[in-house]
């Protein structure tokens, strides 16, 4: 059993930089791909971020790359998301994710590919 817990989340202004965190708690960190995902209301979940076992391969879609930045902490069981200029489109809830059984280097891009989900922390852009 795996526990995820998100944080950082908050209201901020277009421009702005945040960052979100996932602490897990149970099962063998460095074993696992770790993703982030977000829904906007009425919107459904879509990938924003995913990162390898190592932390060596990451994906990210076009509507955040090159503004956000995934990365992980093997020895604090964490993995965050940098997330800057953000825009009003970025505003939804944020979740954490895990594949407890990925294989070396992949980076699932599919909902349905994590065993493991966050509560969910909320973001707000203001325009």
């Known amino acids: 059993q795996v526990q995820l817990r998100e944080s950082g989340g908050g209201l901020v202004q277009a421009g702005a930089a945040l960052r979100l965190s996932c602490e897990a708690s149970?099962?063998?960190?460095?074993?696992?791909?770790m993703a982030w995902f977000r829904q906007a209301p009425g919107k459904e979940r879509e990938i924003v971020a995913v990162?390898?076992?190592?932390?060596?391969?990451?994906y990210y879609p076009d509507s955040v790359k090159g503004r956000f930045t995934i990365s992980r902490d093997n020895g604090k069981k964490t993995m965050y998301l940098q997330m800057n200029s953000l825009v009003s489109e970025d505003t939804a809830t944020y979740y954490c994710?895990?594949?407890?059984?990925?294989?070396?280097?992949?980076?699932?891009?599919?909902?349905?590919?994590?065993?493991?989900w966050g509560q969910g922390t909320q973001v707000t852009v203001s325009s």
């Open positions: 994710a895990v594949d407890v059984n990925a294989i070396y280097y992949t980076v699932p891009r599919t909902a349905d590919s994590y065993d493991y």
């Open positions: 149970g099962g063998i960190f460095n074993r696992f791909a």
């Open positions: 990162i390898d076992r190592s932390g060596g391969n990451t």
